[in-house]
């Protein structure tokens, strides 16, 4: 499964993005998707997953209220809409995939990744 970010930017404090991926490759609705972020010299955190379906959504606390995943499987397509933002969510941001979206916030459980996006937040 081949995953492209885009979406990425320099945004003010306050204002907002929405992250795209788009997959290929395989089949995308066998796979639960998420969203991940690297902030410099961090590690890669657990931002957000979506189930299969798209019924079931997880958050990482510091984005719940302020970010909403989504999917579309007919375009094979994830979305993070990420809305008030502050400048500690400037981040590479990674799309991935897993088999169940309850497990992504795991790295080791992520099957696929995408090369990630940058978005950078200025206060």
């Known amino acids: 499964l081949e995953l492209v970010e885009s979406g990425g930017g320099l945004v003010q404090a306050g204002g907002s993005l929405r992250l795209s991926c788009a997959a290929s490759?395989?089949?995308?609705?066998?796979?639960?998707m998420g969203w991940f972020r690297q902030a410099p010299g961090k590690e890669r955190e657990f931002v957000a997953a979506i189930s299969v379906s798209g019924l079931r959504t997880y958050y990482t606390d510091s984005v719940k209220g302020r970010f909403t995943i989504s999917r579309d499987n007919a375009k094979n397509t994830v979305y993070l809409q990420m809305n008030s933002l502050k400048p500690e969510d400037t981040a590479v941001y990674y799309c991935?995939?897993?088999?169940?979206?309850?497990?992504?916030?795991?790295?080791?459980?992520?099957?696929?990744w995408g090369k990630g996006t940058l978005v950078t937040v200025s206060s």
């Open positions: 490759g395989r089949t995308f609705s066998y796979y639960a």
């Open positions: 991935a995939a897993a088999s169940a979206a309850q497990s992504m916030g795991v790295i080791s459980n992520i099957n696929y």
